[in-house]
């Protein structure tokens, strides 16, 4: 590692030890009103109950990398039931995933401290640590490193803006990541060319394709939505607006307005990603005086759902949602989040709509696009105009969901070389 290198870590180091615990605390008050950390936020300081002789560590984040990973993680449970596997989270929504999978222990993973880490290797003494996507924080890496941890990062991805970032300072990129980086299993071809590029050796890069093909949705939650309630809505067009943030709840509203105005068979369900999201769409919806219900509110049937809004504020139901759709748009594309997942919908064969913000996605949406498994949109009047040809076009919709259904069918086989190659870094 250069000198330079050496001192901007040692500088990091301070900072993080010393910032962690105002860290802690911003999160815990983040958290008061998601299910919140309670005592457990000293996790994220380091602090744990648990110890083990030797573990294999999963990181994830929050809900949409623990659904993502979940298959894997059970995969690799059933081949090793002797093995301590700890899988850990940033946030509180994504460890309510992790209870789901058996024969694994949930903790909070340590904020990148160098002291809170290593209360937490020492409490649980990882001899492998596998990475979903992205998390690579500098001392993290370090304290892996040292103390001998293997370190894979598995469904890997990285946006070109973020190669670029990192190539401006290349030398300091290497010696902070990419040198102590034992293998990188990527999501695409272009995802391993920049893991290559910041200085990750070829021969550690592989492809596997995106874990997110591989999905397991809950079949039979939604086909009793959508064949025990959807007939109700049966003369209805029902659009799911899935994982929206604040900021273009307005314009989703208003688009379905005008729709409405038009069409007034239309029935809209807004699905926000978090809870201060759903807290912005009632904010909004009160301001237009527009009326409104919470899936919360319903019993199971929601036999009583009129002409009102349905705002999706429960967990773990989205297949009930897409079961009672007819399209579906997928949020965070009218805002500078990068879009969410499309492939869910896709499963089930239902046409899925973006706005132009879908960095997270571009390789999958692109190719959704090419072959019109997904339907660009700009702006509101965009939006508008293709709801409404989708509503009076009924060969439309069917043909868009059945393409959006076969790239999903035709990219699946990600968990199977992920796991194998796993495997392989067990015995090393």
């Not at 989270?89 to 809170?116: R, W, Y």
């Not at 005086?289 to 002409?307: E, H, T, V």
């Not at 498994?373 to 709801?387: F, M, R, Y």
């Not at 009076?392 to 259904?405: E, I, Q, S």
């Amino acid at each position: 590692m250069s000198f330079k290198s050496s001192l901007i870590l040692c500088a990091y180091k301070a900072a993080t030890a010393l910032i962690a615990p105002l860290g802690a605390m911003f999160l815990a008050y983040k958290k008061r009103r998601d299910p919140p950390y309670g005592r457990r936020i000293f996790e994220l300081l380091g602090f744990y109950n648990v110890s083990f002789h030797r573990s294999i560590w999963f990181h994830t984040v929050s809900v949409g990398e623990v659904n993502a990973a979940a298959p894997l993680i059970k995969a690799f449970v059933k081949n090793h039931p002797k093995l301590n596997v700890v899988v850990t989270t940033t946030t509180t929504t994504g460890a309510e995933q992790v209870k789901k999978i058996s024969g694994v222990t949930h903790l909070f993973a340590p904020l990148d401290s160098p002291i809170a880490l290593r209360r937490f290797t020492n409490a649980i003494k990882p001899s492998h640590l596998f990475i979903m996507e992205t998390e690579l924080w500098p001392n993290l890496l370090d304290e892996a490193h040292k103390k001998n941890i293997k370190l894979i990062v598995f469904n890997a991805r990285m946006p070109e803006k973020t190669c670029i970032k990192y190539k401006e300072h290349l030398t300091l990129i290497k010696d902070l990541i990419s040198n102590k980086l034992d293998e990188v299993i990527c999501q695409t071809e272009d995802d391993a060319k920049r893991f290559i590029r910041i200085g990750v050796p070829e021969n550690k890069v592989s492809i596997s394709g995106s874990l997110k093909y591989d999905l397991k949705p809950n079949e039979a939650l939604f086909f009793d939505a959508r064949t025990g309630i959807k007939p109700h809505f049966k003369d209805k067009f029902v659009l799911c607006a899935f994982s929206t943030h604040e900021g273009e709840e307005a314009l989703l509203i208003d688009a379905c307005i005008q729709i409405r105005s038009k069409h007034p068979n239309l029935r809209f369900i807004i699905v926000p990603r978090h809870p201060q999201d759903t807290a912005a769409t009632i904010k909004c919806l009160k301001e237009k005086s527009l009326p409104y219900a919470l899936r919360s509110s319903f019993n199971q049937n929601l036999a009583a759902w009129g002409d009102e809004i349905l705002i999706g504020d429960t967990m773990g139901e989205m297949e009930l949602y897409l079961g009672l759709s007819d399209a579906t748009f997928a949020g965070g594309s009218f805002v500078d989040i990068g879009g969410h997942n499309p492939l869910e919908p896709a499963f089930f064969a239902l046409p899925v709509i973006t706005g132009p913000i879908y960095y997270n996605f571009k390789d999958l949406f692109e190719t959704l696009f090419d072959c019109e498994g997904a339907i660009l949109v700009h702006n509101k009047e965009d939006l508008i105009s293709a709801v409404s040809s989708l509503m009076v076009n009924p060969d439309r919709l069917k043909r868009v969901g059945l393409n959006a259904m076969a790239v999903q069918q035709q990219g699946r086989g990600a968990l199977d070389k992920t796991l194998k190659t796993i495997e392989a870094n067990l015995t090393r």
